[in-house]
Structures are given as structure tokens and as C-alpha cells.
């Protein structure tokens, strides 16, 4: 059974993604967290772990823990950004995000082209089962 728990950092009313999430995880029977976080937040992190000082989308920690893969944090406002400089929803975009942490955890990488390939198929193949395809 899927353990995933979702924590809100941010002032925004985040429940319809919250169902949005659970809808797009529910093929997913292992345990993990979705922080929707601050710029703030997220900067602080992508400086103290990737020695990086910027806002970034979303970062993935795995965890040692044997029956939990870890934490996604997500730039909620950065997101909502994205989606309008995309042209697509907020919600396909934080979905995008939350999707794309969660290979991260599962082991997915994007550090050459053939793995960026493999883990935008995934990441499409994931969201079109709840249609969020691209654009919407």
C-alpha cells in the first residue's frame, strides 16, 4: 500500500493538488514525501546540498531508510511560473514536477541524452494516465 504524504510549506491552498497528486500516484506502492515549499526554501536547499545559490523547480533526497524512497520539494510559485511561461496549467506543471522528483528517487537521471529520453517517457507515460498531456 502507497504511503505518500504531502506537506505544504506555502500560504497557497494547496488541495486540489493534493488530489491532483493522489490521482497520479496511485499506481505507486511505495512510501514517500511531497513538499510544496517557498523560492526561499528550495534556494536554501539547492545551496546547502548542491553548493548551487538559485531557486531551482523541484529537488529529490533519497532516503537510507529500506521502506521509504525519500523527499520531493517543489518551488510551488516557481512552478506556477513555469506553467504560464509553458503554456500549460498549474496543475499539469506541479504534477510534471512531483513526477519527475519521484523517478529521481526511483533512480532515473537525466545526464545524457538517452536518459533524458527514458525519463521524459516515463514521466509522459506517467501523467497521460491522467490526461496531463503536454499543453494542458
Known amino acids: ?9 506555502t500560504k ?10 493522489k490521482e497520479v500516484f496511485a499506481f505507486n506502492k511505495e ?5 510544496l515549499t517557498t523560492n526561499k526554501k528550495i534556494k536554501d ?3 546547502s546540498y ?4 538559485k531557486v ?3 529537488l529529490s533526497f533519497n532516503s537510507d531508510q529500506e521502506d521509504y524512497l525519500g523527499e520531493v520539494f517543489i518551488a510551488l510559485k516557481r512552478a506556477f511560473r513555469q506553467a504560464k511561461a509553458y503554456r500549460h496549467s498549474k496543475k499539469r506543471e506541479v504534477a510534471f514536477l512531483a513526477v519527475h ?8 537521471h537525466h545526464d545524457t541524452k538517452e536518459a533524458e529520453e527514458e525519463m521524459l517517457k516515463k514521466q509522459e507515460e506517467i501523467l497521460k494516465k491522467v490526461n496531463l498531456k503536454r499543453g494542458i
Open 1 to 9: 500500500m502507497m504511503s505518500m504524504e504531502i506537506f505544504n510549506e
Open 12 to 21: 497557497s491552498d494547496i488541495s486540489s493538488y493534493e488530489k491532483l497528486l
Open 31 to 35: 512510501s514517500f514525501s511531497i513538499i
Open 45 to 47: 536547499l539547492n545551496k
Open 50 to 53: 548542491r553548493k548551487v545559490n
Open 56 to 58: 531551482t523547480d523541484v
Open 101 to 108: 522528483g519521484y523517478l529521481h528517487l526511483k533512480g532515473y
